[in-house]
C-alpha cells in the first residue's frame, strides 16, 4: 500500500525493497525487505524449476525504477568494472546463477543424458534484439543484432556463469541521476531444456511444447531470466540525447509488456505480443501455460514516491495474469497409451 511506504531518508538504492508477485494459482505474494538475503529470497522461487521439469515454461523477471536493485535480484552485485559472477560470492548471488544452479541439481536426479540444457543470452535494445553471445571472425565476443539467436549447450553452472558474464560484459549501461551503472536494456538469459520422454504417458498432464520425430519424442521447456531495463521518469532520471530516446524506447517496451499481461489478464482473443521485441521474445513464457513471477523492486525513499506507485500498478497487472491463464495444453499422446 502507498500509505505504507517507509517514512526514510533519502538513500541509496542498495536499501530498496523487493515485492515477490507470483501469479500462479495455490502462491501468497511476499515482501522482502533491504535486509533480506538472497538466500531467502531464492527459496521461494525455486518451487518454480520443479515446475520447468514438469513440463512448464518459465519467466522470472525484475521489474521496478532505475537503481532499485532489479539486476542486484537478478544476478547479484556488480560494478562497472567487475560484471563477474563469481561462485566465490555466493551468499550474494542472485536469481539467474541459483535458478541455473537449481536446473542442474535437478536434471542430476534424472537419468543420466535424459535431459539436456541450451542457453541464450539477449539483450533487448531500442527495440533491438543484440544477441550477447555471438562471436565475430576473430573469435572476440560482441553484440550482434539478429532475431535469431545463438544458442550454447551447457553442462554446468560454472559453464553457464562463464556465457553470462561475456554477454554481461556487452550489456549498454549510462549514468543517470538517480543510478550512475544504471542498465539501458533489458537482459533475457533462457534456458531450454530438452528431455527425452520415453513415452508420452509420462507427460500426459505437461503442457510442454511436445516434438515428435522418427524414433525419438521430446518435450522442450523454457526458462526465461529477465533483468529488465529501469523504469524512470525523465525529469527525475535527467537524462537526454541518446540517453533520452533510450528511455523512450524502455518505457514504451514496459508499457508493452503491460498490455501483454493486461490481455492476458482480461483473456481477450489477440495478446499484442508483437508490439515490442521483448513481447514477442517472451511470449512463451508469459503466455499460454507458462508460470509468470515478477520481482518488483522498489526504493524505500519517498523522493520515488511516484516511480514506487507506477511499479505496484504494474505488480498488480502482473497477479491479474493468474485469471486470464487459458487451460491447459494436452499433449498429444503415444500409440502406447492410446
Ligand atoms: N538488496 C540489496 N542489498 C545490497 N545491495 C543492493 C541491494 N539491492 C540493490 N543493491 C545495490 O544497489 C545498487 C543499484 O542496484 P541495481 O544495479 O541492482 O539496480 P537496477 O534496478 O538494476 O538499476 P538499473 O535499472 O538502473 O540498471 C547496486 O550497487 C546494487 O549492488
Known amino acids: 500500500s502507498p500509505n505504507s511506504l517507509p517514512q526514510l531518508p533519502e538513500q541509496s538504492s542498495s536499501s530498496s525493497s523487493s515485492a515477490l508477485f507470483p501469479s500462479f494459482p495455490g502462491s501468497e505474494s511476499q515482501v522482502y525487505s533491504a535486509a533480506e538475503s538472497q538466500d ?34 537478478m544476478l547479484g552485485p556488480q560494478s562497472e568494472d567487475d560484471v563477474t559472477l563469481s561462485i566465490e560470492d555466493e551468499l550474494e548471488l542472485g536469481i539467474i546463477p541459483r535458478a541455473t544452479e537449481e536446473v542442474f541439481r535437478l536434471i542430476s536426479e534424472k537419468p543420466s ?24 571472425s576473430c573469435g572476440r565476443v560482441f553484440g ?25 560484459q556487452l550489456r549498454v549501461k549510462h549514468p543517470t541521476l538517480v543510478h550512475a551503472h ?7 538469459v533462457t ?59 524502455i518505457n514504451r517496451s514496459l508499457s508493452a509488456l503491460s498490455d501483454v499481461l493486461g490481455a492476458i489478464a482480461e483473456q481477450r482473443s489477440h495478446i499484442p505480443y508483437r508490439n515490442s521485441k521483448l513481447t514477442h521474445l517472451l511470449q512463451d513464457s508469459i503466455g499460454g501455460n507458462a508460470k ?25 497487472r502482473a497477479r491479474q495474469v493468474q485469471r486470464g491463464q487459458v487451460k491447459k495444453r494436452n499433449l498429444p499422446v503415444s500409440s502406447k497409451s492410446k
Not at 113 to 135: C, M, P, R, T
Open 144 to 168: 550482434v543484432k539478429r532475431d535469431v539467436v545463438t544458442t550454447k549447450e551447457v553442462h554446468s553452472t560454472i559453464k553457464f556463469l562463464q556465457l553470462v558474464d561475456k554477454g554481461l
Open 191 to 249: 534456458l531450454t531444456i530438452t528431455m527425452k520422454a520415453v513415452s508420452a504417458d509420462s507427460f500426459a498432464s505437461s503442457p510442454a511444447q511436445f516434438e515428435s520425430t522418427e524414433k525419438l519424442k521430446h518435450i522442450k521447456t523454457k526458462l526465461q531470466l529477465v533483468d529488465l531495463a529501469g523504469s524512470e521518469c525523465v525529469g527525475m532520471s535527467g537524462v537526454t540525447g541518446v540517453a533520452l530516446r533510450e528511455t523512450s524506447f
Open 40 to 73: 531467502t529470497v531464492f527459496a521461494d522461487v525455486a518451487p518454480l524449476l520443479t515446475s520447468l521439469l514438469d513440463g512448464y515454461n518459465v519467466c522470472i523477471m525484475a521489474y521496478g525504477q532505475t537503481g532499485s536493485g532489479k539486476t542486484y535480484t
Open 182 to 188: 544504471s542498465s539501458r536494456s533489458h537482459l533475457v
Open 292 to 316: 509468470l513471477l515478477v520481482m518488483l523492486c522498489v526504493s524505500p525513499c519517498q523522493k520515488y514516491v511516484a516511480e514506487s506507485l507506477q511499479s505496484l500498478g504494474f505488480g498488480t
Open 113 to 136: 543424458g535424459s535431459h539436456w540444457v541450451e542457453v541464450s543470452v539477449v539483450e533487448v535494445y531500442n527495440n533491438e534484439i543484440f544477441d550477447l553471445l555471438a562471436k565475430d
